[in-house]
């Protein structure tokens, strides 16, 4: 069993597969670790991606992994526990894989609000993204939940895809100039902390207030915190940006040396084709580093 590669990819979505191509291709001894709990689970069909919009994300990545083991890549389903500064990985099997690079690619987690029925309905008409999948839920009943100072930015945006739009102010408390902007584009806004949303025979019917009125909606959208998978970097003392995620310079490496970082775990907003992009290019970057090392050890022993 071969414990030693070029580049230890930890995380298998998309940024970890594109990557993972990038490097095979390029002649690279790789593995992509990965403990299969992709964050886009939830959702039946992912979308934006060229030529496989639509497809249940399970299947783009089992598409991904087929085209990426072509080129030599191995994969490893297990998750990591330890990273060490010495580029090192220890598994929860107890496996322990050493790399001369380590590319981070975990993603991240949807921190949901705490009412009831949000995360039972998440990724199907509990919605964050309405370029994932607003136009599925076009011109249904909106409603947005407010749970944050960008919920009413998220409720400009949402306004695109249907203008049967209620604002619910929950926990947050709104100013008179965006009462006015929601209100003017025929936003109804609803004031009062929501106590659930209602379910029957497996759909979305409305959102209840604590009061007891129900206010029908077809739809939500709310916005999760998002809280990326970056313990192990935290582990070997990443600095991180004052929005505290891990910093990474525009080529994708953090301040610790060999270590790189791409996808959600660094940039939330990142989407999956962008995810995939930022990945192709860092992985591009870290092969010429490694080539330099390569040939620096090739010329030092002439």
């Known amino acids: 069993m071969k414990n030693e590669f070029d580049v230890v990819i930890i995380g298998g979505g998309v940024a970890g597969l594109s990557a ?32 496989r919009d639509g497809v249940p994300p399970q299947e783009l990545l089992e598409l991904g992994r087929e085209e990426v083991r072509g080129y030599g890549v191995e994969f490893v389903d297990d998750v990591v526990f330890r990273l060490r500064h010495d580029k090192t990985v220890e598994l929860a099997s107890g496996r322990v894989i ?29 919605l964050h993204c309405p370029y994932c999948h607003g136009w599925e839920v076009r011109d249904r009943r909106f409603g947005v939940l407010a749970t944050s100072d960008k919920s009413v930015h998220q409720a400009l945006i949402v306004w695109q895809w249907s203008k049967d739009l209620t604002f619910f102010t929950h926990t947050q408390e709104i100013s008179a100039e965006d009462r006015a902007k929601l209100t003017g584009l025929g936003v109804r806004i609803v ?3 929501v106590s659930e949303l209602a379910v029957e025979n497996d759909r979305l019917t409305g ?12 739809v939500v959208f709310v916005g999760p915190k998002f809280v990326p998978h970056d313990k192990l970097l935290e582990q070997i003392g990443c600095q991180r940006t004052e929005t505290g995620f891990v910093a990474v310079d525009e080529q994708g490496r953090t301040s610790v040396d060999g270590v790189w970082a791409a996808g959600n775990v660094v940039d939330p907003m990142a989407q999956l084709v962008v995810a995939a992009g930022a990945a192709y290019k860092l992985a591009t970057v870290l092969n010429f580093d490694l080539v330099t090392e390569d040939q620096g050890a090739t010329l030092a022993s002439a």
């Open 20 to 51: 993972a191509l990038v490097l095979g291709r390029a002649r690279r001894d790789v593995v992509v670790i990965d403990g299969g709990t992709p964050r886009n689970a939830p959702a039946a069909h992912a979308h934006g991606f060229l030529t």
């Open 98 to 126: 050493t790399g001369r690079r380590i590319l981070m690619t975990t993603g991240l987690a949807d921190e949901l609000p705490d009412v009831p029925g949000v995360a039972e309905r998440f990724g199907t008409d509990v």
């Open 191 to 193: 004031d009062g902390k």
């Open 207 to 218: 959102v209840r207030l604590v009061n007891g009125e129900l206010v029908e909606r077809d």
